[in-house]
Structure formats: C-alpha cells, structure tokens
C-alpha cells in the first residue's frame, strides 16, 4: 500500500538513529464509528507500521490509544 511504502520510507530514512514515533494519534480511540471490517483493516494498518518502524533497535513506537473523551 501507499501509506506502508511512505512508513518504510521513514524506517529506511532514520536507520541506525536513535527515533521515537508518534503512530497515529486517535487512530484507535476514534474507531467507534468504524465497520468491523474498518477496524480489522485499520489495525491491520497500524500492526504493518508498527513492525516495519520497530524492526530497527534503535527505534521506539508510541501508539497512541486514547484521548479526552
């Protein structure tokens, strides 16, 4: 997909640096409007970045699961 070429583009730009990432803040906590199917694909989603930026040791991934409400 698109969105996973851009994220290994970012792994691919940060490699060997030190980096903290901020996934997709309310991606999770905002799903309640969401088709089950949705939600299947947006953690589908959110897994594939999560292991590509996280394949790095020097990487860390922040996913934000909440928000104010």
Same mark, same amino acid.
């Given at each position: 997909?698109?969105?996973?070429?851009?994220? $290994?583009?970012?792994? *691919?730009?940060?490699?060997? =640096? =030190?980096?903290?990432?901020i996934l997709e803040?309310?991606? %999770?906590?905002g799903w309640d409007? /969401?088709?089950?199917?949705? $939600?299947?694909? $947006?953690?589908?989603? /959110? $897994?594939?970045?999560?292991?590509? %930026? *996280?394949?790095d040791a020097n990487?860390?991934?922040? /996913?934000?699961?909440?928000?104010?409400?």
């Amino acid at each position: 997909s698109v969105y996973q070429t851009w994220v $290994r583009s970012i792994a *691919s730009a940060s490699s060997g =640096k =030190k980096a903290v990432f901020i996934l997709e803040p309310d991606a %999770l906590a905002g799903w309640d409007c /969401l088709t089950p199917a949705q $939600r299947q694909e $947006r953690s589908d989603v /959110l $897994r594939a970045a999560i292991d590509i %930026l *996280s394949a790095d040791a020097n990487h860390y991934v922040y /996913l934000d699961a909440g928000n104010a409400r």
